[in-house]
């Protein structure tokens, strides 16, 4: 029987070279539910198992891992994904000592929609791309190399991280008035807003109300043009748990990792490092940075102090990184043993450059955004005059009217 890497390898070539319906057609020897998962993901949780478990009970190292209690076995052994209770950390990936659980893969689905698509196609590539595909491939070749695959352009995201970085400043300065108020950051990572949303549900009102940078640029694409379809590419298996969540799956379309799109170039021969430069992205240094542990923090902090440089009250700093050290970090929290007024979660060792799904160390991809961050025109998103266009084609005449309640930015956190 075919392993699962070749039936996804080969139903992926497949696919590119358009004749997927002949291979399927062709195809004997294979696991039926294997194949379910790579044609329709979105049927599945994000977890996929690639042969049946034969640990015992006793011995499932993947269940007494998972923060989030959502992985267990049913009465035949065979291994059960709870798709609301997942957020896709992937913890149970790393730990399974079997090596029998795989992300899901979502390209071959978004392969074809964005290929029959009649409107707009856009890449909405993520802050932690720099250095992905080679120290060579800047962001113009990269943003060359998307069109050559079929998207009609590539945005970066850091754009709108810019943007959200303005609104958390802003919500800081209206909210903590005192030493005792605290904010939690709900910019960046989906584990750590899911351990807050599901777990420590009581935290949620230090959240503000604010969209993750990804979600932001889906809609704000989807603002401009109705019937474009968004694409995210990115580092981690977590932000397709995000872009599922029934109150902002309105944003994106496919959520596709830095492997996913390694595989589709692999297949298609295509070496961003050669490809032509494209024209450049206008984020600030703030929104470049989110992709690091302690990025939206410093961002924040730059922006609040550019927005209101008098405030008595600054932003105090407490981050963690890595499944184990977020949930450290929101324990105390709850107990009482923490003295910051600004929390920073990522659920990824080093942030997002450290995601399951990147394709270099996260030491290298860190130094790489740092590069990237020093080479911005402006500083904080304040100071970058893209931002303050781009806001008002979306209707925000002021940096202050992000304030309001939007249906671009503004997320809802229910408290339980």
Known sequence: MKTFEELYQELLKATIEDRKDEYINTLDNFDAYQLDCLLHPNKHPLVWYTDTCDCQDDDRHCVKVCPFHAINPDKSGVIQIDEELCSGCTYCIQECRGKKLTSSKDVIPALQAFRSH??????????????????EVTPGKLRSAFKKIGFDGMLE?????????LKEALEFDKNIQTEEDYQLTSCCCPVWIAWIKNIYNELVPHVPPSVSPMIASGRAVKAMYPDALTVF???CLAKKAEARDKDIADAIDYVLTFQEIQDIFNIMDINPAKMEESEKDHSSRAGRIYAHTGGVSEAVKLTLERINPTRKITIQTQKADGVKACKRLIEDIMAGKTSANFYEGMGCEGGCVGGPKTLIPHEEGRKNVEKYGDSASFPTPIDNPYVIELLKQLGFETIESLLNDSDIFTRTFPQK
């Open 157 to 165: 995201v850091a754009l709108f991280a810019d943007i959200l970085t």
């Open 233 to 235: 590419i990115g580092p």
């Open 118 to 135: 009649e409107g707009f196609v856009y890449a909405l590539i993520a802050p932690a791309f720099l250095g992905q595909f080679s120290r």
